[in-house]
């Protein structure tokens, strides 16, 4: 028997012929240097008599039926547009969505959940032509700041806009009604001393206090909340969650508010499971009556007043002192040309009819759970007197007439909420960091992703 | 590393369908030196396919992992040479490091106690007649091979809850003050992944055994019997040497099921509580696809891969030996 130990010569011959070939050939992976920013084609409004089929993708779960329904709605005031909506859920969304935007087969809009290097590599397309031909650029510009991206396709909240989309994100405290009137609260707290002291009661009447998934995340809003409110003023926060140069967030604000965060875990006012809490744990047992505050977002809206209409309500986050500004956390679901979709003008017209056709605004509401930006004199979507939703989108809009929307951290880099914001918190959370170190080590982790 | 790809029962085996060794035996006349280089020729003729193969889809990208290490890159647009920078992290950065930590404490729970409970499985299951039993006791062992990872890592997600199943028996055999989320727990999160891991490579090590256990001649039980050998000593002096070949496989493929670990952490725990349960492949996975950067993702992989072949070449070594 021969065995190929006899060849060894040949193989470590072909091995180091090979070794040799890819470097000599000296070929570094990838694409070809810059080629600059890619041309604007130029903008048409309207979507032309072609019959076209606009191929849509987005994340799994309530969004498939949910722009399915606005692509009917779509089709049915543009006959020749026939809109396909496919799905991939979030994690795989975030894995391809760079090797599907270069490849062969692109989507005319994609969801977007970050956008990394997306635009550094020009895999998508610049929305600034659209926005002036739709006159997008005169509404309120505080909704397209989450998808502006600079010259460097780093800093965010600046430059060209790259994503629009039917509605936004707004984070909040959500509050048990019943449990509430209990510990006697008639109005949201005005403070956050105030809302500390609802805790405490809470605390002493035997309840669970707050409600909340720190297994993946959900105790970073509150923390933000904080950080807002003790420095009353969310400029810091806003600059470093979209990566302005020079953002720093190991400042006072950001030690006080971990401290707090801290104290409230030690003091039981955090679930003592904090840590083992995932984002579909936590309204479940919500619902089910544990917890008299639930920190979340607006898109928990529509699965609270399914389980229990009129129980539950929504306020912001109580600002630091009374009487001063509330903020909230925001995201668009923003929907991207990508730069290789060849229907890029009936994408735009999709994208202006979303955020304009009342019917399309109420399907926001009603079945995305997101709150409609759009024209300032639009109409506000209705929805039940008393339920979770209505307070959401109340509250969004007052916000955004105060400018008091904010970017969520998580979203300063891909890796800062999986990375550093998560198990930062949990640290703390479990007493195994310290304020100062917590504000220390996000910031020098963001700074490593950013390479500064 | 040739010596994974052909364990030694294929080498052994290997006359019998080699097909060059029958075309020269069918070939008895012609100079003696010409048949030699002849069948050098055809051999490798033979093995050309799979070698292309091989070449094609392990080799090069083998090869490309390493490239890609030199450079920074995020997959799509134009890479720039980084020189060591990437290697340099894999040893600067805490948590990079602390992850392969991690690895290795996930060896005792996926290849010391699954190897070690595998062996006392068998040896009780051999001891048995076949029947209905016998059957259960191996479907049972095997099932979490069957289920996808993933599907287990959410069962156990849910068993280690604080309200799951595990709490609720510690409270109700009286032991309360030891129920915990346990995943959530930084004490014991690493432990509690690593006992999924017992779960499931315990069933593929025990069915190997058995099949060794199989192979071994009844007749040197008998005359271990006869010479007045107890259980532990006929364990000791057949059962053990017997399966070396076994106990080689078991262990080498499970030290890189411990070392190359991914599924069970990703759904499970993410690397949490902290940094208690991060891995190399969940810290690969983050920089490539989340972080996109592809360097150092890949100088990641090349050096968990280097440190696989590092642990698993004494074993080999240990297994040949005669």
């Not at chain 1, 032509?129 to 397209?144: L, N, T």
């Not at chain 2, 007649?129 to 979490?144: D, E, Q, S, Y």
Request: net charge neutral; proline share 7%.
């Amino acid at each position: 028997m021969r065995s190929l130990t006899q060849y060894r010569g040949t193989v470590r011959l072909a091995a180091v012929a090979a070794a040799g070939a890819l470097l000599v050939a000296g070929c570094a992976p990838g694409g070809s240097a810059d080629a600059g920013p890619e041309p604007s084609k130029p903008a048409t409004t309207g979507v032309g008599s072609e019959p076209v089929t606009l191929k849509l993708l987005v994340t799994s779960g309530v969004d498939v039926p949910f722009f399915t329904a606005l692509g009917k709605l779509f089709h049915a005031k543009y006959g020749n547009v026939t809109v396909k909506v496919e799905s991939q859920d979030y994690a795989a969304l975030t894995t391809n969505i760079a090797h599907i935007l270069a490849g062969s087969n692109v989507p005319d809009l994609v969801r977007v959940p970050q956008f990394g290097n997306l635009i550094k590599d020009h895999l998508l397309t610049n929305l600034d032509p659209y926005a002036k031909a739709y006159g997008w650029d005169k509404w309120p510009q505080s909704q397209f700041a989450t998808t502006r991206v600079g010259p460097d396709g780093k800093q965010r909240g600046t430059g060209s806009l790259y994503g629009a989309g039917p509605g936004f994100g707004l984070t909040g405290i959500y509050y048990n009604k019943t449990l509430a009137q209990r510990i006697g609260m008639t109005r949201p707290p005005a403070t956050v001393a105030e809302f500390e002291q609802l805790l405490a009661k809470a605390k002493d009447a035997g309840m669970q206090p707050i409600m909340i998934n720190g297994k993946d995340g959900g105790s970073v809003y509150p923390l933000q909340n904080l950080v807002m409110s003790y420095a009353d003023d969310a400029q810091a926060v806003q600059d470093w969650t979209y990566a302005k140069p020079g953002a720093r967030i190991d400042d006072p604000a950001t030690v006080k508010a971990a401290t707090t965060l801290q104290r409230w875990g030690h003091a039981g006012y955090l679930p003592a499971d904090v840590n083992d809490i995932d984002q579909t744990r936590a309204p479940a047992a919500f619902v089910k009556g544990t917890g008299v505050f639930f920190p979340s977002g607006n898109w928990q809206a529509p699965g609270l007043d399914k389980a229990g209409a009129g129980r539950f309500g929504f306020f912001l986050f109580p600002p630091g002192e009374a009487g001063g500004p509330s903020y909230a956390m925001t995201a668009s679901s923003s929907l991207a040309i990508p730069a290789k979709s060849t229907n890029a003008g009936a994408a735009a017209a999709f994208l202006d009819f979303v955020q304009t056709d009342p019917q399309a605004r109420q399907d926001t509401v009603t079945l995305g759970g997101l709150v409609p930006a759009g024209p300032s004199d639009a109409p506000a979507p209705t929805a039940p007197a008393g339920s979770a939703v209505a307070a959401t989108v109340s509250a969004f809009q007052a916000l955004l007439k105060s400018n008091g929307l904010v970017g969520f951290m998580a979203d300063a880099t891909a890796s800062i909420h999986v990375n550093s914001l998560v198990p930062q918190t949990q640290l703390l959370l479990a007493g195994k960091t310290s304020p100062e170190a917590y504000a220390a080590k996000v910031q020098s982790d963001y700074e490593r992703d950013l390479g500064r | 590393m040739p010596t994974i790809s052909s364990p030694p029962e294929l080498r052994q085996a290997s006359p019998m369908t080699d097909p060059t060794s029958t075309s020269a035996a069918t070939q008895p006349a012609g100079p003696h030196r010409y048949a030699r280089r002849a069948r050098h020729w055809s051999a490798l003729l033979w093995v050309a396919p799979a070698f292309a193969t091989y070449a094609a889809f392990v080799l090069f990208p083998m090869f490309q992992s390493v490239q890609y290490s030199f450079y920074h890159w995020d997959g799509i647009g134009p890479a720039t040479p980084a020189g060591l920078d990437n290697w340099k992290a894999i040893f600067t950065q805490p948590e990079l490091l602390h992850s392969v930590a991690h690895a290795f404490v996930l060896i005792i729970f996926y290849t010391v106690l699954p190897v070690g409970l595998g062996l006392v499985a068998a040896s009780l299951i051999r001891e048995l007649r076949p029947g209905p039993f016998n059957t259960t006791a191996r479907v049972m062992l095997f099932i979490p091979q069957v289920l996808p990872l993933v599907a287990a890592g959410i069962a156990w997600t849910w068993m280690y809850s604080s309200d799951g199943l595990v709490n609720q028996v510690l409270r109700a055999i009286g032991l309360d003050q030891h129920t915990r989320a346990w995943l959530g727990d930084f004490t014991f999160a690493l432990p509690a992944v690593g006992v999924i891991g017992v779960w499931v490579m315990l069933g593929f090590c025990t069915v190997l055994l058995l099949a060794g256990i199989g192979k071994i001649d009844p007749s040197l039980y008998e005359a271990a019997r006869i010479d007045g050998a107890g259980r532990i000593s006929e364990f000791l002096a057949v059962t053990l040497p017997g399966l070396r070949r076994e106990l080689v496989v078991c262990t080498t493929f499970t030290m890189i099921a411990a070392l190359a670990s991914f599924d069970i952490i990703q759904i499970s725990t993410q690397g949490g509580p902290g940094y208690q349960t991060m891995v190399p492949g969940v810290q690969i996975y983050r920089l490539t696809f989340l972080q996109q950067h592809v360097g150092q993702a890949s100088a990641l992989a090349v050096f968990l891969a280097a440190l696989v072949l590092v642990v698993i070449w004494p074993i080999q070594r240990l297994g040949r030996e005669k």
